[in-house]
């Protein structure tokens, strides 16, 4: 709790402008996706992890299939090789077989305490943008970081 408030007051006040709209839909996003995890991780230890992730497709495509013809684009000749080579990517190994594995780990370690796991991402997100696209890394945000894989180790410890 105290390592995702540390995140989230780094995010509101970090950013320079703040959006009600957009933090009311990120936040509403996380309590949706932190549902679905835990429900997800409490199905896989009956289905398994891929069949979790497959039927959540299958649940999902009459949502998904009329929002395709919605934002269908006029022409596709805009599209770059590259572009399809990474959605296929994002698709198939982030998406797909990483869930499998998000959710194994999450039947196998406990949901409350895998799920800890998740106040690191965002930080290694920022430091392979400060390796890769040479993004400027603040002292601030090193500070954010080092609180959050604390309370991150103490969770994991007193879970």
Known sequence: ????????????????EASLLGDGLMLA???????????GASLSRVLGGWQ?????????????????????????????????????YISLFSM???????????????IAAVGQLQLIQPFFGFMLAAWLLQESVSLT???VTIVAV??????????
């Open 1 to 16: 709790m105290i390592g995702a408030m540390f995140v989230a007051g780094y995010a509101a006040l970090g950013s320079g």
């Open 96 to 110: 797909l077989f990483g869930f499998i594995f998000w959710y194994r780990g999450l039947a196998l370690g406990g």
């Open 141 to 143: 945000m090193v500070l």
């Open 52 to 88: 979790v992730i497959c039927w959540s497709l299958v649940v999902s495509l009459p949502v998904m299939l009329p929002m395709v013809f919605v934002f269908w684009p006029e022409s596709f000749a805009g599209v770059s090789v590259s572009a399809w080579l990474g959605l296929a």
């Open 150 to 159: 604390l309370c991150v180790a103490g969770a994991k410890k007193f879970a």
């Open 29 to 39: 996003a996380i309590l949706v996706c932190g549902m679905g995890y835990a429900e």
